[in-house]
């Protein structure tokens, strides 16, 4: 048995959307400012949208797939969800960058990815 799907706290009749829902659904509780999520098909996208959020999918390597997040070759990434773009601007400079152990291609570089704010 599958536990019940995340719905938004503004309508209990309606999901939050796809895997990261329940990150979504905790930002428009107010349970947490702002929360990363994943999307690779629309699972930070949709729930942001569901919940009346800023949800964005950075370009791929913006935010480092280490270690051992997600999918390092497919089109899966990290990105925030938060009430404002200013917020989800700050958690994208706080995500982004390149780790030591980063899978991706070019993890070795020395390019310094730019701040949004």
Same mark, same amino acid.
């Given at each position: 048995?599958?536990?019940?799907?995340?719905?938004?706290?503004?309508?209990?009749?309606?999901?939050? &959307?796809?895997?990261? +829902?329940? !990150?979504? =659904?905790?930002?428009? *509780?107010?349970? #947490?400012?702002? %929360?990363?999520?994943?999307?690779?098909?629309?699972?930070?996208?949709?729930?942001?949208?569901?919940?009346?959020?800023?949800?964005?999918?950075?370009?791929?390597?913006?935010?480092?797939?280490?270690?051992?997040? &997600?999918?390092?070759? +497919?089109? !899966?990434? =990290?990105?925030?969800? *938060?009430?404002? #773009?200013?917020? %989800?601007?700050?958690?994208?400079?706080?995500?982004?960058?390149?780790?030591?152990?980063?899978?991706?291609?070019?993890?070795?570089?020395?390019?310094?990815?730019?701040?949004?704010?």
């Amino acid at each position: 048995m599958s536990p019940p799907p995340a719905v938004t706290p503004r309508d209990p009749r309606r999901t939050a &959307g796809g895997s990261s +829902g329940g !990150a979504a =659904a905790a930002v428009t *509780a107010g349970l #947490v400012p702002l %929360a990363p999520g994943s999307d690779g098909g629309g699972s930070i996208r949709i729930p942001a949208s569901c919940c009346g959020l800023v949800g964005l999918k950075p370009t791929r390597g913006r935010i480092s797939a280490a270690p051992g997040y &997600g999918d390092p070759v +497919g089109p !899966a990434t =990290a990105g925030p969800l *938060a009430r404002t #773009v200013r917020d %989800a601007a700050a958690l994208l400079d706080v995500m982004a960058g390149r780790r030591v152990s980063d899978p991706s291609p070019g993890a070795t570089s020395s390019r310094v990815v730019p701040r949004c704010l």
